[in-house]
């Protein structure tokens, strides 16, 4: 079994460690391979160091930052130091059942996957909260579908992305695309993005129906910001990810689509964060530039010229003859 290299980024989350922690780490433990563990603090004022130090000095790698940033920042420094062939992407507000990992294992025994996730239920209820999605297009806005699995629960599904709250990646693949966007932070969107450049890549994400974990919604981010806030950053990141892997006409026609549809509607609604949410996006672009350029010399460099439209009918074809039920 190869070596594992878990990722806890945290903020603030001294009460979901005391909750959860013990849990999953009988969960890690008792894995058949190498394991360590990488958590990542993001200047938390709620004594999560303190704590962490007291209790698990000796189990796991404690990396402190002296300022708060995001979720992207955060994984990207445990990804830096891990060690290990795969990463596993795990939040603190998650809980894992016995064998979740173990369940994941089979999917990189093909060299083209990158990750995969399991099923996330509800941490009281068995709600599925986060499964496969596909992704669709309306006009040129970049949708995912809602949730789905297919019945044959043995087959390979393919999922549009992978949720950053319990992943598993090949941790080669996820260093050569150097992690996430750190524009992205400080959370919203990431897991999409880094997905949909796993893709392009050539490589490919998958779900995982028999692999289960709880999570606690919204637990990690409820305190960060006011709703408004989030809904700005939701849709700036959403932004984000179309201007970076949309090309030509089709960032053209997507320019005006959210014009439009977003920013004149979200005007005249008095839903002003999305024109702050677009204000952002425009301040921002020159750095959006480099980054997909830089991302372009990567693909060129693994001989890709996958695009997003590519993408989605690539999955697209790899359910055809399936039966999906949706969530």
């Known amino acids: 079994m190869k070596s594992i290299s878990v990722i806890i980024p945290n903020y603030n989350g001294k009460h979901l460690f005391e909750k959860y922690f013990g849990h999953n780490l009988k969960v890690l433990s008792s ?3 190498e394991v360590e563990i990488i958590v990542i603090d993001d200047a938390s004022t709620d004594g999560s160091v303190e704590y962490l130090q007291q209790n698990y000095k000796d189990t796991i790698t404690l990396l402190k930052k002296e300022k708060n940033s995001g979720f992207s ?38 060299s083209d996957t990158f990750g995969v996730m399991g099923r996330i239920i509800g941490m009281d209820d068995d709600l599925i909260r986060e499964a496969a999605r596909e992704p669709k297009i309306m006009g040129r806005k970049i949708k995912s579908s809602d949730l789905f699995h297919l019945q044959n629960i043995d087959a390979f599904t393919p999922t549009f992305y992978l949720s950053g709250a319990n992943a598993l990646m090949d941790t080669k693949k996820l260093k ?18 880094l997905s949909i ?54 960032l053209t026609l997507w320019h005006m689509q959210i014009l439009l549809c977003d920013v004149l509607i979200g005007i005249f ?21 480099i980054k997909k350029s830089a991302f372009t010399r990567q693909m060129k460099k693994n001989h890709s010229n996958i695009g997003i439209i590519d ?17």
Request: hydrophobic letters at 35%.
């Open 197 to 250: 450049r796993a893709w392009r890549m050539g490589w490919k994400c998958y779900y995982e129906h028999n692999a289960v974990c709880r999570h606690e919604v919204m637990a990690s981010t409820k305190n960060h910001n006011p709703k408004k806030a989030i809904k700005r950053i939701h849709f700036r990141n959403r932004y984000y990810v179309h201007y970076l892997h949309l090309q030509g006409i089709d």
């Open 31 to 33: 894995i058949q391979t």
């Open 311 to 327: 993408v989605i009918e690539n999955i697209k074809i790899m359910l055809k003859y399936q039966h999906v039920i949706k969530l």
């Open 176 to 193: 050569t695309i150097n992690g996430f966007n750190e524009m992205f932070n400080p959370y919203y969107g990431e897991d999409q993005e």
């Open 73 to 110: 920042e955060t994984c990207n420094l445990g990804i830096k130091e891990a060690n290990n062939e795969l990463i596993f992407l795990l939040n603190t507000d998650v809980t894992l059942e016995y064998g979740y990992i173990e369940k994941l294992y089979k999917f990189f025994e093909k």
């Open 269 to 289: 609604t008095c839903q002003f964060y999305k024109l702050e949410a677009y204000r952002d996006f425009l301040k921002n672009r020159q750095g959006l530039r």
